[in-house]
């Protein structure tokens, strides 16, 4: 398991992550003698996928293949596009509907790996959330 890039972002506006930290931990912090938050903005998804291939698509890939599984699983379509750009082999760069869950065969520089593009568990939308639920029903005929 590893994440595309390895320190933790904020959401920010109504309602996110980062409103919570302003509006509830901040004034907790002030209170207590704590240092309020200085988690950084989450980049914009492309930038997010810019700066996870060239700032650690080595390590990406070095984590991968020491790992030696025979599975990625990547959630959600920043994921998605950092594996495509890292492998090589046509792995989509986004989710698809009619392809969701299927598995797809990439070159990693000294082996292949199988990839299983899924929703990331915290994005999923109703129509994600079918497409999924009906991915778990195939598995189980």
């Known amino acids: 398991m590893t ?7 904020v959401h920010r506006g109504p309602g996110t992550q980062g409103a ?3 509006d509830r931990y901040d004034p907790f912090a002030a209170e207590h003698g704590l240092p309020r ?3 950084p903005d989450r ?3 492309h930038r997010l996928i810019e700066r ?4 650690e698509g080595q390590r990406l890939m070095d984590e ?4 030696e599984a025979p599975l990625l699983i990547t959630l ?3 994921a998605l596009a950092v594996a495509a750009a890292l492998t090589t082999g046509g792995l989509p760069d986004q989710l698809s509907r009619p392809s969701y869950g299927r598995r797809f065969s990439v070159a990693l520089p000294d082996r292949s790996i199988d990839v299983l593009p899924l929703v990331h568990p915290g994005q ?3 129509s994600w959330t079918q497409a999924h639920a009906r991915w778990i029903d195939s598995l189980a005929t």
């Open 64 to 67: 991968i293949g020491r790992s």
């Open 124 to 126: 999923r939308s109703s």
């Open 43 to 45: 980049p914009a998804p």
């Open 52 to 55: 996870a291939v060239t700032e």
């Open 3 to 9: 994440d595309a890039l390895p320190f933790f972002h």
């Open 20 to 22: 919570a930290m302003v």
């Open 37 to 39: 938050h200085q988690l």
């Open 76 to 78: 959600g379509n920043e």
